[in-house]
């Protein structure tokens, strides 16, 4: 899945943000990257697009830190309680472009063990435009967002579909957004989000959490929640 920062360089729609001309030289990169002149070494095809979308992120990360020395903007960073809640260690970071405009780059990664082969591992990336239609950091907000990740999940006792086998597999789509942000004096502040869209899974079932034999192979797809999240806030600036 190509980040949705990307569709909008490939569709001219990322001059509405009024990116300066500071940011050429990420942008020729963002062009060879569309390309594939820019090499991979990762030959697995899921661990590949992750590491696409993750380059494109943290490039696009650049650019936006370039425009926000030279403008001013607002810089948070941020992180998912509802994630910690299930031991999965995450981080956000929303830069502001132009008045109503920021862009979000959120990330998760579990890689925990657990006891009596319990699984519950898996990284995940989302991008995310937002629409404030006040100020940005202000009150109400709208976001498109997509969506990438893979996941080793199974042999979890609480839940009934999963207690007895183990599922391997990838995931991508994208939805969109509605939230709401509160200030909590000049540097913090909380988000409550939640969001609907499409997601599609390709993933290989096993009975257990060692096993090199797989049960059998699926493909699934459904329209429904696709983010959820409580988030603690702090600007950088």
Not at 75 to 83: I, Q, S
Not at 126 to 143: I, L, S
Request: aromatic share 16%; glycine share 10%; charged share 15%.
């Amino acid at each position: 899945m190509l980040s949705l920062s990307v569709l909008l360089l490939q569709y001219g729609t990322i001059k509405q943000f009024e990116i300066p001309d500071s940011c050429a030289f990420c942008v020729s990169l963002f062009r060879l990257f569309l390309r594939d002149r820019i090499p991979l070494t990762v030959t697995k095809s899921s661990i590949n697009i992750m590491y696409r979308v993750l380059y494109l992120s943290l490039l696009y990360t650049g650019c936006l830190l370039l425009t926000t020395n030279m403008y001013g903007q607002q810089t948070a960073l941020k992180t998912n309680l509802l994630f910690w809640a299930t031991t999965t260690p995450n981080t956000d970071v929303e830069f502001g472009m132009g008045r109503q405009f920021t862009m979000d780059i959120w990330g998760a990664y579990n890689a925990w063990k657990y006891p009596d082969d319990m699984r519950l591992n898996l990284y995940l990336i989302q991008p995310e435009v937002r629409f404030w239609p006040c100020r940005k950091f202000e009150g109400h907000f709208f976001g498109v967002h997509g969506h990438y990740g893979h996941f080793n999940i199974g042999m979890i006792p609480f839940i009934s579909g999963l207690k007895d086998h183990v599922l391997r597999g990838d995931l991508y789509g994208g939805g969109v957004t509605y939230g709401y942000h509160w200030a909590v004096g000049n540097r913090w502040g909380l988000e409550a989000m939640i969001g609907g869209g499409y997601v599609s899974m390709k993933y290989t079932k096993y009975k257990c959490a060692e096993c090199a034999e797989a049960s059998g192979s699926y493909s699934r797809s459904y329209f429904g929640p696709t983010r959820i999240g409580f988030s603690v806030i702090y600007f950088l600036r």
